[in-house]
Nanobody, 115 residues
């Protein structure tokens, strides 16, 4: 059974930083593409950052230069380092794993950025 458990969310002031973690189990992590998504109230879920099994990364334009996605295959964890946070970054952040064309989601972690 695949499990993705996010942690690291919280309340931070604008300009601050947070690091999100997503611990995966029940899948071949090193062969899985991983991603961070977010969903703000009243908005659709959107891709924030993705990282392939080979380490290639991609980012939403809104977070380029501020967020960094990385992975530790030995620990089966994917990270999202978030710097220079803005109030518009406020959302529930979800981790997603994709393996063999199947997607798996975590339960989400709330990030709130105050102005």
């Amino acid at each position: 059974q695949v499990q993705l458990v996010e942690s690291g969310g919280g309340l931070v002031q604008a300009g601050g930083s947070l690091r999100l973690s997503c611990a995966a189990s029940g899948l071949t992590f090193g062969s899985s593409a991983m991603g961070w998504y977010r969903q703000a109230p009243g908005k659709e879920r959107e891709l924030v950052a993705g990282i392939s099994s080979g380490g290639s990364t991609n980012y939403a334009d809104s977070v380029k230069g501020r967020f960094t996605i990385s992975r530790d295959n030995a620990k089966s964890i994917v990270y999202l380092e978030m710097n220079s946070l803005k109030p518009e970054d406020t959302a529930v952040y979800y981790c997603k794993a994709v393996r063999s064309l199947r997607g798996y989601w975590g339960q989400g972690t709330q990030v709130t950025v105050s102005s």
